[in-house]
């Protein structure tokens, strides 16, 4: 079965520091991975998604994601945090053609100004 | 609007009641899907529609889930004899068929049941 595991649960720091949250999946065929966010007071949304290629993805807001097949991997980075990314964080994979996305648990982001 | 919209967007019920949560989603959306979060959680799968056919079902909790989605367009997420353990953030999401994972959340139906 798919599944989704992200280690951080609440991550606190401060402007203009570097970003990195863990995501690792588990899933034995060809997986489409995504990051979504959800800011405070909003609904979800996509970040960014890999469905194949450069395994180096970019998405929105300065945020890019490398996925690492070897490691099962697909870690969310920003070089520098801005107070406006204070939200929630999801990893989520699906797998072959299926639209089913599994989530993770999330990742509880607050930046302080 | 341009968005997908859920209704009510607070529910309190008492433990026994029955409940409908309302999906409106994006015009030309095929594919429907709604997902159940607990707080602290990520958001579960509950099930998944492509037009009104429902292919994926294997998330509901209980038989006492239903959804449907009669004319490919509005669905409804019914809850019967509603249980403590179903309070949670009900959410509704659509795609494009050709686009997957690329889901469009509504904001949630919050369920409280006392």
């Known amino acids: 079965a798919q599944s989704v595991s992200q280690h951080n649960h609440h991550v606190i720091l401060s402007e203009a520091a570097s970003l990195e949250l863990g995501c690792n999946y588990s899933y034995g065929g060809t997986v489409n991975l995504f990051w979504y966010v959800q800011y405070p007071g909003q609904h979800l949304q996509l970040l960014l998604k890999y469905f194949s290629g450069d395994p180096l993805v970019k998405g929105i807001k300065g945020f890019e994601a490398e996925f690492i097949k070897s490691k099962f991997s697909f870690n969310l980075r920003k070089p520098s945090v801005q107070w406006s990314d204070t939200a929630e964080y999801f990893c989520a994979v699906s797998g072959g053609a299926t639209n089913k996305l599994i989530f993770g648990t999330g990742t509880l982001l607050a930046v302080q100004p | 609007g341009a968005g997908v919209s859920q209704s009510p967007r607070y529910k309190v019920a008492k433990r026994g009641q029955d409940v409908a949560l309302r999906c409106d989603p994006i015009s030309g959306h095929v594919s429907l899907f709604w997902y159940q979060q607990a707080l602290g959680q990520g958001p579960e799968f509950l099930t998944y529609?492509?037009?009104?056919?429902?292919?994926?079902k294997s998330g509901l909790p209980s038989d006492r889930f239903f959804a449907e989605r009669p004319e490919g367009s509005v669905s409804t997420l019914k809850i019967q004899r509603t249980q403590q353990e179903d309070s949670a953030v009900y959410l509704c999401?659509?795609?494009?068929?050709?686009?997957?994972?690329?889901?469009?959340f509504g904001e949630g139906s919050r369920l409280t049941v006392l």
């Open positions: 999401a659509s795609s494009l068929r050709w686009t997957p994972g690329e889901l469009f």
């Open positions: 529609f492509q037009n009104e056919a429902q292919l994926d």
